[in-house]
């Protein structure tokens, strides 16, 4: 059973470009849920969603980011026009049931230049 | 708001050391508190747990007691070996929201041999 899988691991933008991270739950997990860690910070709650439905999106930034879980294929974390300050480790966590023991995956680390 | 800190880090050890990594919390109510590692090149996996006051988590040789009275729930291990090397991060859930987790800023420790 594959674990949470993340791609890419890396990835660069430049300022101005769109960023596409993507997360493949394991299997028969439908709770989704991603987390950032800035710098020298721990990780922070971002977005919780299960299939096709956002449940809890407090942790997400009002402008630019957006998150979605179809019914098929992986959930996607978009950060529209990147800035400098997008710059962090993107953990995604997937779970069977609404659990905070959830199974993450290595994570995307984005870097914006 | 809930928040956790942990002790920063690195911390190199020698093998068979006594490793202790304290963690600290200020939460509302009563939260269930949990210690995640994180391997290099690998996602965080949850070493332990413990949901109510007094409880001992355990595993792999680590422990860690829930505090109600000093808020704290500090990880410890008699006899680390190289293997133990890894990014450590304390972490709790609350009973009204508890999918999300909220994380210390994670401590790195070496283990030489």
């Known amino acids: 059973n594959a674990g949470v899988m993340q791609n890419p691991r890396h990835l660069v933008r430049r300022r101005g470009q769109e960023a596409r991270l993507r997360c493949s739950p394991m299997?028969?997990?439908?709770?989704v849920y991603w987390y950032r860690q800035l710098p020298e910070e721990g990780l922070k709650f971002m977005v919780y969603?299960?299939?096709?439905?956002?449940?809890?999106e407090s942790g997400m930034p009002k402008e630019r980011f957006s998150a979605e879980f179809p019914k098929e294929g992986p959930s996607i974390l978009r950060i529209q026009q990147v800035v400098r300050g997008d710059s962090a480790a993107y953990f995604c966590?997937?779970?069977?049931?609404?659990?905070?023991?959830?199974?993450f995956g290595q994570g995307t680390r984005l870097t914006v230049v | 708001g809930n928040s956790v800190t942990q002790m920063e880090g690195p911390v190199t050890l020698s093998e068979e050391a006594f490793l202790t990594i304290n963690c600290t919390y200020t939460?509302?109510?009563?939260?269930?508190l949990f210690w995640y590692v994180q391997y290099p090149g690998e996602g965080l996996q949850l070493l332990l747990k413990a949901t109510k006051a007094d409880d001992k988590g355990s595993n792999k040789g680590f422990e860690a007691t829930y505090r109600k009275e000093t808020t704290s729930f500090h990880l410890e291990k008699g006899s680390v070996q190289v293997s133990d090397s890894a990014v450590y991060f304390c972490a709790l859930s609350d009973k009204r929201n508890d999918y999300k987790l909220s994380f210390g800023a994670g401590t790195t420790v070496t283990v030489r041999a």
């Open positions: 939460a509302t109510g009563y939260p269930s």
């Open positions: 969603l299960q299939k096709e439905n956002i449940i809890d």
């Open positions: 966590a997937s779970s069977p049931s609404r659990d905070p023991e959830a199974f």
């Open positions: 299997k028969g997990h439908s709770h």
